[in-house]
């Protein structure tokens, strides 16, 4: 309702979703997986910010981030390189016009959509520095729906449940109550969370996706890119591009 100030918020929705050919779709003609990653959270803040639901030194805001965005070896998994810093070079991830040469949603948009993402709450919380803005990885967490998606290979589908339960036994990937408990931490500011600077990109310490959490930026190479004060900005303005 209007004039209900919220303490905290988790922006939790996402995934790969079900579009495999990455087409432009809906009023604002981006790509699926850029609507159900940022421009739905985006257009939830701006209406939550424009009745007053959102005040400044109250609430926290918690965006779901993933180690995918940084990299993560020990899966196969590469990061995402934002080679340029301007407004169009990151607009053409959100059209879909820099995968002109084939759309791989598991193999690249994912994780370059949420590395966008993480670039634009880190500008977010820049142009609101009043709020305190987080993108956060509940880390390799099983239990989710990620696995039942259309755009994820069925063969992937069906055995995807049983490398995260295996992977887990190793210690690198953790339960659904792990993997929540970090979005909680964050959003009340307690625990591993209590002195993150807002804007700040959060995940596992370790090359896995488990474990302690730290600043990315500070300790992986790959995700120094996210602390490009021009990258963010550009992120920002082409996500907002689009409103």
């Not at 007053?52 to 965006?63: A, C, L, P, Y």
């Not at 055995?159 to 979005?183: C, D, E, N, T």
């Amino acid at each position: 309702p209007k004039g209900t100030v919220l303490a905290g918020l988790i922006l939790n929705a996402g995934g790969v979703g079900d579009d495999t050919k990455g087409t432009p779709t809906g009023p604002n003609n981006i790509i699926p997986i850029a609507q159900i990653n940022l421009a739905g959270h985006v257009h939830m803040i701006n209406h939550l910010l424009k009745k007053g639901n959102i005040k400044d030194d109250v609430t926290r805001i918690v965006f779901s981030g993933t180690e995918g965005s940084r990299g993560i070896k020990l899966m196969g998994m590469p990061s995402p390189s934002f080679e340029e810093d301007t407004v169009d070079y990151f607009k053409s991830y959100l059209d879909g016009t820099i995968y002109s040469s084939g759309y791989d949603a598991m193999g690249a948009a994912y994780g370059d959509i949420k590395g966008v993402a993480t670039l634009y709450f880190s500008g977010f919380a820049r142009a609101h520095p009043k709020l305190h803005v987080l993108t956060v990885s509940p880390g390799g967490t099983r239990g989710t729906s990620f696995a039942t998606h259309g755009a994820v290979p069925s063969v992937m589908g069906f055995i995807f449940p049983y490398i995260m339960m295996i992977m887990s036994w190793f210690g690198l990937m953790h339960s659904l109550q792990v993997g929540a408990k970090r979005y909680v931490d964050a959003v009340t500011g307690e625990g591993e969370f209590s002195n993150f600077a807002s804007g700040s990109y959060i995940a596992s310490k370790s090359d896995a996706a488990s474990g302690p959490v730290a600043d990315q930026v500070e300790i992986f190479e790959s995700a120094k890119q996210y602390g490009d004060v021009k990258k963010q900005d550009a992120a920002y303005e082409a996500m907002n591009s689009f409103l």
